[in-house]
């Protein structure tokens, strides 16, 4: 089967879950660290998987990191991640590092596993140590399940101000047989990732040494979820996990096998698909914006102009306010930092072209509002500098946005 083939392959699956791929199952309590919310929760596999991650760049790295760091070095592989929301365990010193090996040691002990196949995750208030009484005992709680329930259970325990889950799955065909990746994410603010509070936990029952799926996840990555942002903050907690436990039996998958492109293509769209989601739930947001960069030098140059474009609060606030002021888009690709010639380029709002080769066009303004009010608006960029593309997701910046960070901790 050519590689072209097999991307026809690839299903999206309605609603497929973290636990939709063979051998996997999770579970989510509330243990008290919220007033009524599950705030603890656990994605188990049945038997050791290969893993990758990344983590963010923010140099004040949560004490969680560090743990998972320390269990995946020692033989690249997780069984367990153990996620609890209200607190991040975030700039908490010797303590907080303490408390994290404590989280993964009781989990441990919980599933009957050695400590380093336990990850550990936390998201929400920085600078406040975990209630560690709490902690342990909610973590005798869980009891994973393969179900729908036991998924969504995990998915509402690790949200924090997410006004609704993030999941995706999609199946591919290796080898003749279906293998098949599933996701889950939280991420509502501080989202500006570089590897939001965001964390995205993948599984998949593919066959592949973490080597490799560590590659592909770094390559993914900076497709997906280094590619949205909400307000322009790099958390301190930032993490993607993706375990693969072989389950669904086919060859070992590498950059040279037939099915690999099919492969790589189904755990990006997984990792699109929730980063779009983390970044349309931006906290108070109404619209997800996607900006479109063609025609640039490098692929680089168009992602880094695509992210300064929807990054920008005027560009954000026009767009909630449905002026289509296309001047705010020239000046972020202006000040992006890549070498552009500003005397050719074209700039539309979808399909209403209002700066065409540098030189301003008449537009329907009534039309450009409306399209503006929509829950989904495309801004396209075209710079004529050569073929390379590049994408990048953001979201509305609305007063509710102030309201809640204006409040976060009360």
């Not at 743990?67 to 010797?94: F, H, M, P, R, Y």
Request: aromatic share 6%.
């Amino acid at each position: 089967m050519t590689a072209k083939k097999s991307l026809l392959d690839i299903k999206k699956i309605e609603n497929g879950t973290i636990v939709s791929p063979k051998g996997f199952s999770a579970a989510g309590i509330h243990a008290g660290l919220r007033y009524e919310k599950k705030d603890i929760g656990v994605i188990m596999s049945d038997v050791p998987a290969n893993c990758a991650a990344v983590y963010t760049l923010n140099t004040f790295q949560a004490a969680p990191l560090y743990v998972t760091k320390d269990s995946i070095s020692q033989e690249q592989k997780l069984q367990a991640v153990v996620v609890n929301s209200a607190c991040a365990n975030a700039c908490t010193g010797e303590q907080g590092l303490k408390d994290a090996y404590e989280m993964r040691d009781t989990s441990a002990e919980q599933f009957q596993i050695p400590a380093h196949y336990v990850a550990v995750a936390s998201t929400g208030v920085i600078g406040e140590l975990l209630n560690m009484k709490k902690i342990n005992a909610g973590i005798k709680q869980l009891q994973p399940a393969n179900t729908k329930e036991g998924a969504e259970a995990f998915q509402t325990a690790i949200l924090t101000t997410d006004t609704v889950m993030k999941t995706a799955c999609y199946e591919v065909v290796v080898d003749g047989k279906t293998v098949t990746i599933g996701g889950a994410a939280k991420g509502s603010g501080m989202i500006h990732p570089n590897m939001a509070t965001m964390l995205g936990f993948v599984t998949t029952d593919a066959n592949i040494e973490s080597i490799v799926l560590q590659d592909a996840l770094r390559s993914i990555t900076n497709k997906s979820f280094n590619q949205i942002t909400v307000d322009g903050d790099t958390s301190t907690n930032d993490m993607v996990l993706v375990l693969a436990n072989g389950k669904a039996e086919n060859e070992m998958l590498t950059v040279n096998h037939s099915d690999w492109n099919a492969f790589y293509e189904a755990l990006r769209l997984v990792c699109e698909d929730l980063a779009k989601q983390i970044a349309r739930d931006g906290e108070g947001a109404t619209k997800l914006i996607e900006v479109n960069v063609e025609g640039a030098a490098t692929n680089e140059d168009a992602n880094t102009i695509a992210k300064q474009i929807v990054g920008s609060s005027l560009v954000k606030t026009a767009v909630y306010g449905a002026d289509a002021n296309w001047g705010r888009i020239i000046c972020a690709v202006g000040y992006s930092g890549v070498k552009i010639n500003p005397n050719d380029i074209t700039v539309a709002l979808g399909d209403i072209v209002m700066l065409q080769n540098s030189q301003p066009q008449a537009f329907d303004e009534e039309a450009a509002k409306n399209y503006l009010q929509q829950e989904h608006v495309a801004l396209n960029v075209f710079l004529n500098e050569g073929t390379a593309k590049g994408k990048a997701w953001g979201c509305d910046l609305t007063y509710d946005y102030v309201k809640i960070n204006a409040s976060y901790r009360t």
